[in-house]
């Protein structure tokens, strides 16, 4: 029993360790593009994302439920053996975390903790272990559809309010307004971070809680101790070490105009918001990339990079069997030497933190230099720098050139007509240099043109 207490001591203390890792890795999420567009300052901003991830962890436990009694069947697996493998997945989990986040990756930290689990359960347990409709249905599917959806959503959503606010488009950028619009999106997706992210590690802790029996198997909600432990990590994990994610999202999102950050965010929020009702455990950073990638869409003269939007949904496919090899790796360990091998794993999880930090410190991110790198999801989407004309400004447009031409045509004919008018007067100072030339020759007073003309007429009467 001493020793179960001490893995589940070990447990929550990884899991809390990993919210905090969730928390810095997806503050990006919701604060990238309004850092980038000027909206907020990054201080502000990552705070006001703490705060709200905060408030949102209180507000559901759908998707706490979903990982406590939904894709691992506890309920078929002895307590001694399924807790070490907890143990074994957050491991999983953490490590890639760790290492998506030194290297500036916008990874999936919700699948990074299903590989993990997984992973760890199908090494230590067996595939009877794993509910796979559920794992169906409330990871795999939400992950293709989620992000999808965010993206139609966005598209929809930056092609209306273009629509609207087109008579604005001779300005600088003609959407100004949009920027302060984008303080309450960002805020409303930190709010939905807080509702999906943070669920997942109260589902964790509630699971081993419930494996040596600490937890009635009956209670699907978390404690009230839980709640407020997780929702605290994962604030200070996103106010105090969000800046390298952010450094990677927040330049390549540059080119993201206010208006497409607005339908972007809301779109991200309305989606995580939707889905956490429904207990889905979506990746954040999926469903908030789809919107950006949706919303650069939506933005006149824009087109896909295919290779780099591939190249994003292969670091997605990554995340669950990387993390979950990770995870089954550590759990072989625990399966072959027991408790040394818990024992083992716990000082390499240590190693491997440690290590990537101090590497990290290398390399230091914070405020000051949080906006250097490019991010793949801004790069996906080629977009012009001046949007082609819409229906409407090309029909203004051509009669403007219409009417351009027909003045300049008048004006041909004026100055024709003045050519011609002074080539007579011309001709006609001609005939008269000559006749008053020819009468001085010949003695004879000199002849008006007009005189000539009278005398031409009279001999032909």
């Known amino acids: 029993m001493e020793t179960a207490a001490l893995i589940v001591v070990l447990v929550i203390l990884l899991a809390l360790f990993f919210d905090f890792t ?28 703490a705060v709200l991830n905060l408030v949102g962890a209180f507000l559901s436990t759908e ?23 907890i143990f074994a997945g957050l491991i999983g989990a953490i490590t890639w975390n760790m290492l998506t986040w ?13 590989g993990g689990l997984i992973g760890a359960t199908l090494v230590g347990v067996g595939v009877g272990g794993i509910d796979f409709g559920m794992v169906l249905s409330k ?11 965010a993206g139609i959503i966005a598209f929809a959503a930056t092609k209306l309010a273009y629509s609207i606010t087109r008579r604005y ?28 992210d943070a669920q997942k590690t109260m589902g964790v802790i509630t699971l081993a809680l419930i494996t040596v029996g600490w937890q009635n198997s009956e209670q699907a909600d978390p404690y009230l101790w839980v709640i407020i432990a997780c929702a605290v990590t994962i604030a200070l994990g996103t106010y105090l070490g969000g800046w390298r994610i952010i450094r990677t999202l927040g330049k390549g999102l540059t080119d993201v105009k206010p208006a497409q950050g607005f339908s972007a965010e809301s779109s991200t929020a309305a989606t995580i918001l939707a889905s956490s009702a429904f207990g889905f455990a979506l990746s954040t950073t999926q469903v908030a990339s789809g919107s950006v990638i949706g919303s650069g869409l939506g933005r006149r003269g824009s087109t896909v990079r295919w290779r ?3 190249r994003i949904a292969i670091g997605w496919l990554l995340t669950l069997p990387a993390a979950g090899a990770v995870g089954a790796l550590a759990a072989l360990l625990i399966t072959w030497l027991g408790n040394w091998g818990i024992a083992i794993d716990t000082v390499l999880a240590l190693a ?5 930090f101090l590497r990290s410190r290398k390399d230091a991110v914070t405020h000051a230099n949080a906006m250097s790198d490019v991010a793949e999801s801004g790069l ?5 720098d001046t949007t082609p004309p819409t229906r409407r400004q090309q029909r203004i447009a051509d009669a403007k050139a219409e009417a351009k031409a027909r003045a300049a045509a008048r004006e041909q004919v004026k100055v024709q007509a003045k050519a011609d008018a002074k080539a007579k007067a011309e001709a006609r100072a001609d005939a008269k240099a000559k006749a008053a030339k020819k009468a001085a020759k010949s003695g004879e007073p000199a002849k008006t043109i007009e005189d000539a003309d009278t005398a031409s007429r009279e001999e032909s009467k």
């Open 63 to 85: 998707v706490s439920k979903t990982v406590s009694h939904g894709i691992i069947r506890e309920d078929t697996i002895q307590g001694d053996v399924f807790l070490p493998m």
């Open 169 to 196: 488009d001779g300005k600088p950028d003609g959407r100004d307004g949009f920027r302060w619009g984008q303080i309450f999106t960002s805020s409303l997706v930190a709010l939905a971070h807080g509702t999906n």
């Open 352 to 356: 491997v933190i440690i290590g990537l």
């Open 139 to 149: 990871i795999i599917l939400p992950a293709l559809i989620a992000p999808l959806t």
């Open 308 to 310: 780099t939007a591939g």
């Open 380 to 384: 996906a989407i080629e977009q012009p």
């Open 22 to 49: 969730n928390g810095f890795h997806d503050t990006a999420n919701a604060m990238a593009t309004p850092i980038a567009t000027g909206a907020l300052k990054p201080k502000t901003a990552v705070l006001l994302a």
């Open 102 to 114: 030194l290297l500036g990756l916008p990874s999936s930290s919700s699948h990074a903790l299903f």
